[in-house]
């Protein structure tokens, strides 16, 4: 099945993410800034990412900007608590994340974005 990276700060959100997508069968790794994420990309093949936004010390944003700077179009789905118009666009229009979902989310609709994305 499916390499999935999940990168999100909030530890119980991260869990709960692990929890409902591990017995699906992906093969996940969870890290909680955009800057372990890279690392793990590095090492690892990813098939997806699904990324918070607002992290510290790498946002989700800047982190979906290095990966399109380094030509990596990795199917990347973006989540946050706290949507912002600009964020929308940039994220889907001009680096081209495939989703931008909002937080608390329906985890069955995740399950289906994954699904599109395979």
Same mark, same amino acid.
């Given at each position: 099945?499916?390499?999935?990276?999940?990168?999100?700060?909030?530890?119980?959100?991260?869990?709960?993410?692990?929890?409902?997508?591990?017995?699906?069968?992906?093969?996940?790794?969870?890290?909680?800034?955009?800057?372990?994420?890279?690392?793990?990309? $590095? $090492?690892?093949?990813?098939?997806?990412?699904?990324?918070? *936004?607002?992290? !510290?010390?790498? +946002?989700?944003?800047?982190?979906?900007?290095?990966?399109?700077?380094?030509?990596?179009?990795?199917?990347?789905?973006?989540?946050?608590?706290?949507?912002?118009? $600009?964020?929308?666009?940039?994220? !889907?229009? +001009?680096?081209?994340?495939?989703?931008? *979902?909002?937080?608390?989310?329906?985890?069955?609709?995740?399950?289906?974005? *994954? !699904?599109?994305?395979?």
């Amino acid at each position: 099945m499916a390499n999935i990276l999940v990168c999100e700060d909030e530890p119980l959100i991260r869990q709960c993410v692990m929890d409902f997508l591990a017995p699906k069968g992906f093969t996940l790794f969870p890290v909680s800034d955009g800057t372990e994420a890279l690392q793990t990309m $590095e $090492e690892n093949s990813i098939d997806i990412v699904i990324s918070d *936004i607002n992290m !510290k010390p790498m +946002d989700g944003i800047t982190f979906l900007e290095k990966l399109r700077a380094a030509d990596n179009m990795v199917p990347f789905v973006l989540m946050t608590g706290h949507p912002q118009i $600009e964020s929308y666009l940039h994220g !889907k229009h +001009d680096l081209g994340a495939f989703e931008y *979902i909002q937080k608390p989310f329906d985890f069955n609709l995740l399950l289906s974005i *994954i !699904k599109k994305l395979l």
